[in-house]
């Protein structure tokens, strides 16, 4: 390694310890005896950052655009991370998606269901032809949009997730489509409320979903600014970006 990289990869070390000592202290403080995993939130960095967090051990890693993360998975196939999708998803990337992510995060119409579990299917079709190793069954996770109204109404309609009450109908459709696996739930806090607040109505939604598909134990909940939130709320997945990897390069 050159200096440069010695010194990013010391960098990296210093932070993504400082966030599983933050992890770890949520957790004791909450009582949990497990402690959450945690997905390292690559999105605007370059591979050479990658391969340095796997050079860490961080083996599961976070992106939240195709183009961007295809290439990335692609640069660092040789690591064998598992990659998380984690952004809003249109249904002309599904086939994409199904090449390198284990599982999506965001999964929040029934058309985007349908879509990914025919790209996983069409993807191990592909593999069993060309003599490689199918892929897994996708992990599915609903995202749950907890603005309230009012909040939705003022961010001019764009999509969050999906509507608590359409939670139930939504993780029907991924555990009747095949090639997909439901994982749970996923959610960020909305911008202006309270995370504990959000984070608790997560939780009860995680509640009613586990009543019915006990297996669907992920809650992929909390971000650099929230994490000790979401720890406490029983958050499985925590999806940290920008505190272990800095501040975000100016240039994209
Ligand atoms: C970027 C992103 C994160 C990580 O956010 P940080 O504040 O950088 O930790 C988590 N979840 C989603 C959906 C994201 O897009």
Avoid: C
């Avoid at 879509?115 to 992990?139: D, F, I, N, Q, Y």
């Avoid at 095949?178 to 984070?199: C, I, N, R, S, Y």
Wanted: proline share 4%.
């Amino acid at each position: 390694m050159n200096d440069g990289d010695v010194a990013r990869r010391a960098d990296l070390a210093e932070r993504l310890s400082r966030v599983q000592g933050r992890i770890a202290q949520a957790s004791r403080t909450a009582g949990r005896t497990e402690t959450p995993q945690l997905i390292v939130v690559t999105k605007f960095f370059p591979a050479a950052d990658v391969r340095h967090l796997a050079a860490l051990g961080v083996r599961e890693v976070g992106e939240n655009r195709d183009q961007e993360a295809a290439a990335k998975a692609a640069d660092t196939a040789d690591l064998g991370l598992t990659w998380h999708f984690i952004g809003q998803l249109q249904t002309n990337k599904a086939k994409s998606v199904a090449r390198y992510a284990a599982a999506v995060h965001s999964v929040d119409r029934a058309q985007l269901v349908s879509a990914l579990g025919k790209a996983v299917r069409a993807e191990r079709e592909r593999a069993v032809a060309a003599s490689e190793t199918p892929r897994e069954a996708m992990t599915a996770l609903v995202q749950v949009d907890l603005r309230s109204v009012a909040q939705r109404e003022a961010a001019g309609g764009g999509r969050g997730g999906a509507l608590p009450e359409d939670v139930m109908t939504l993780a029907a459709a991924v555990e009747g489509e095949e090639g997909l696996t439901l994982g749970g739930l996923m959610a960020v806090a909305p911008l202006e409320a309270d995370p504990a607040e959000a984070f608790a109505a997560l939780r009860d939604v995680a509640d009613e979903l586990q009543r019915q598909y006990p297996h669907a134990q992920m809650i992929s909940a909390g971000m650099s600014q929230d994490l000790e939130a979401a720890v406490s709320a029983g958050a499985t997945h925590l999806r940290i970006g920008s505190d272990v990897l800095g501040p975000r390069p100016a240039v994209r």
